[in-house]
């Protein structure tokens, strides 16, 4: 069985560009959740995805948006990129939302701005 | 806000002791808690996950357990290797209803040949 899929695993971007990442959950799997780690901050939940509906957004500003397809498939995208924006980005999925399930996270992608 | 924090940031120790990573959390209102391991650059490992129901989960030469009173949890290494340095990641599932997972900061293992 298939894992978490990020692509890509790695880009650099420049300040001011907008960048998109995405993440393909496990076969099966209804719920993608995102979250940023950073040195400083250590890994910060962004937001939820569950049947195409943001259930949950983390302490983030709205240049950070994301999106959820049939298929389960998971963009997040990010405006007008900042220095600080510079982190891993984690995707995690679960079967269901809200309750009991375990996280399964992909290999995360790593951004990179300049 | 639910906040979790991990003693000791960093732990050295030589290959074959055991050892005990400590996690707490502030509120006991959780579904469950995950403990997770990651090599430099990589995703997460899921180790184990328990319920807030349980008291303790193993796999193999790992034991976590879980005290949702107190708002602790211990992950046990048994036997340890050099293979089993990596940052050990302890994340609690509240509830509020959505899969927000809450991390704490890691320990960072290191095991010495």
């Known amino acids: 069985k298939a894992g978490v899929t990020q692509t890509p695993r790695y880009l650099i971007k420049t300040r001011g560009q907008q960048v998109t990442l995405s993440c393909s959950p496990i076969?099966?799997?209804?719920?993608v959740s995102w979250y940023q780690q950073t040195p400083g901050q250590g890994l910060q939940f962004l937001f939820e995805y569950f049947s195409e509906t943001q259930r949950n957004k983390g302490n983030f500003p709205g240049r950070f948006s994301g999106r959820q397809f049939s298929n389960s498939r998971s963009e997040m995208n990010v405006s007008t990129l900042e220095l600080g924006d510079s982190a891993l980005y984690l995707c995690?999925?679960?079967?269901?939302?809200?309750?009991?399930?375990?996280?399964?996270f992909g290999q995360g992608t790593r951004l990179t701005v300049v | 806000k639910q906040e979790v924090t991990q003693i000791p940031a960093a732990l050295s120790v030589p290959e074959g002791e055991n050892l005990v990573l400590n996690c707490s959390f502030t509120d006991s209102a959780i579904y469950n808690l995950q403990w997770f391991r990651q090599d430099p650059g990589k995703g997460l490992t899921s180790l184990l996950l328990?319920?807030?129901?349980?008291r303790e989960q193993t796999s193999g030469r790992l034991n976590a357990s879980l005290d949702k009173s107190s708002g602790r949890s211990t992950l046990y290494i048994a036997a340890s290797q050099p293979g089993d340095s990596a940052t050990y990641l302890c994340a609690v599932l509240d509830q509020t209803g959505a899969n927000n997972l809450f991390f704490g900061t890691g320990t960072r293992l290191t095991v010495i040949p």
């Open positions: 328990i319920q807030s129901s349980q």
């Open positions: 995690a999925s679960s079967p269901q939302t809200g309750g009991v399930t375990e996280a399964f």
């Open positions: 076969s099966g799997h209804r719920s």
